[in-house]
């Protein structure tokens, strides 16, 4: 009986020490190779000056005396980062953007190194490069950082999207 369950017992451990080594992380590409196919925006965290978007809203409502609903519409970054959104880069170095809710695509041109992509309008204008900070076959995510001054006064917005394939 002790021989049954020891038995037992090793092939359980044997075989969870089996299945806990396989290996589920997906191998890390370069944008140059891995960025084709149609990827799904699935959520975009906006930092300003280092805090949330809610939080730096909430402070600066606070700072200035009202009400946090007047000023979440001048701090709005939803545009073209609303989650289901959808962008097809194609092999010939052009994309077809699709924002969730709306029918209408847009196109334009892409470029990317190991490490960076770059996205503008059709006709090459106004460039937008993203940081690479993880690619596989099926997760993107993008970085983008920004410093705005005006006067005395910096501002530092970052934006990292998650994308699915």
Do not use: H
Not at 23 to 32: G, N, P
Not at 111 to 117: D, G, S
């Amino acid at each position: 009986m002790k021989k049954n369950l020891l038995s037992l017992l090793m092939t359980v451990l044997v075989a969870v020490s089996f299945t806990s080594c396989s290996d589920d992380t997906e191998k890390e590409l370069s944008a140059e190779v891995g960025l084709v196919g149609t990827w799904t925006l699935q959520s975009a965290d906006v930092m300003i000056n280092d805090v949330s978007l809610d939080e730096f809203v909430k402070e600066l409502a606070a700072l200035l005396g009202v009400p946090e609903s007047q000023l979440a519409g001048e701090f709005d970054m939803t545009e073209g980062f609303s989650s289901g959104s959808r962008i097809e880069f194609r092999d010939n170095g052009t994309y077809i953007f699709t924002e969730a809710g709306d029918d209408t695509p847009e196109s334009g041109l892409w470029t990317a190194t190991e490490k960076t992509v770059t996205i503008s309008d059709a006709n090459g204008d106004d460039p937008m490069t993203l940081d690479v900070k993880s690619l596989t076959s099926s997760k993107a995510q993008f970085y983008m950082m920004e410093e705005e001054s005006e006067d005395d006064m910096t501002m530092k917005i970052e934006i990292t999207l998650n994308l699915t394939k």
